[in-house]
């Protein structure tokens, strides 16, 4: 059983960083990803991370990183330059094993969620 809890959303004004950190506590999983779910919408995909390799969505490549720590079983999105589009819950999930990684069917435990609020 894998533990994830995030930390770091908060309120921001547009062009602003946020900082998102989620700990993952048990078995280390092989993908950790952040999604999104903008308020009235479906939850997608921002970025996925595993060895050797990510995934980041066009809409914030350049703007936001990924960035996992295995030591410590965590992995991190910084967002540079929020625009009022990112504002979303914003959940961090795993999967244990490889394979598919782009929807949220194809992972195995999900944070609580925190909010982005991004002010114009």
């Known amino acids: 059983q894998v533990q994830l809890v995030e930390s770091g959303g908060g309120t921001v004004q547009v062009g602003g960083s946020l900082t998102l950190t989620c700990v993952a506590s048990g078995p280390k999983p092989f993908i950790m990803a952040w999604f999104r779910q903008p308020p009235g919408n479906k939850r997608y995909l921002v970025a996925a991370?595993?060895?050797?390799?990510?995934y980041v969505l066009d809409t914030v490549k350049g703007r936001f990183t990924i960035s996992r720590n295995h030591a410590k079983n965590t992995v991190t999105l910084e967002m540079d330059s929020l625009k009022s589009e990112d504002a979303a819950v914003y959940y961090c999930a795993a999967r244990m094993g490889s394979g598919s990684y782009h929807d949220d069917f194809n992972y195995d435990y999900w944070g609580q969620g925190t909010d982005v609020i991004v002010s114009s």
């Open positions: 991370k595993w060895t050797g390799a990510e």
